[in-house]
């Protein structure tokens, strides 16, 4: 499914194998989730990043946006945030879409070059603290209540083992009292 009218998704562009790759910068795997925001209708869609590069990435979603849809984009990964306004080169509904960056500010610039020397193996990758952590401290408390009520619902159905829903419960409550 295409999230925007204005344009059809085109298939990815082909290529001989012996033809030499047109893209200005070099790919590396990469994994971190995203968020991108049709400009104009502000269609907003997750995705995760699977590859990057200095002038763009792929992004793994099924919604896509058609090409030449400019969206703003919002990547995190180890704790930085990546924002840029980015233009849709091609997409496959159902699979993802590639992106270009248009204009990067300094400040971004520098968060992209720390994640493609990680990508590199130049540089130690950032710790993230543990995802359950930075979700629970970034909640309300209202929103805090209701998840520890899920954790509680899903230990009686059997998603979480009664061990694993100790734990976390547990983390919630000393998260509470901070």
């Not at 990546?82 to 204009?103: C, E, H, I, Q, R």
């Not at 130049?122 to 930075?134: C, D």
């Not at 209701?146 to 059997?158: A, D, E, H, N, V």
């Amino acid at each position: 499914m295409i999230l925007s009218t204005k344009t059809e998704a085109a298939p990815a562009p082909k290529r001989d194998p012996g033809e030499p790759d047109r893209r200005s910068a070099e790919r590396y795997p990469f994994s971190a989730v995203a968020e991108a925001v049709e400009l104009s209708s502000r269609v907003r869609v997750t995705a995760r990043v699977s590859d990057i590069s200095r002038t763009g990435c792929y992004l793994d979603v099924i919604n896509v946006f058609g090409p030449g849809v400019k969206a703003q984009l919002t990547i995190r990964h180890a704790n930085l945030k990546f924002d840029v306004v980015a233009t849709v080169v091609y997409s496959l509904p159902g699979m993802g879409m590639g992106v270009t960056f248009n204009s990067i500010s300094p400040e971004m610039e520098s968060v992209l070059e720390r994640w493609i020397a990680e990508a590199r193996g130049e540089i130690a990758p950032t710790e993230e603290p543990p995802i359950a952590n930075r979700m629970i401290q970034d909640f309300p408390r209202v929103e805090r209540h209701i998840l520890g009520r899920l954790i509680g619902l899903m230990i009686r159905k059997s998603m979480l083992t009664r061990e694993e829903g100790t734990e976390l419960l547990d983390e919630l409550l000393r998260e509470n009292k901070e």
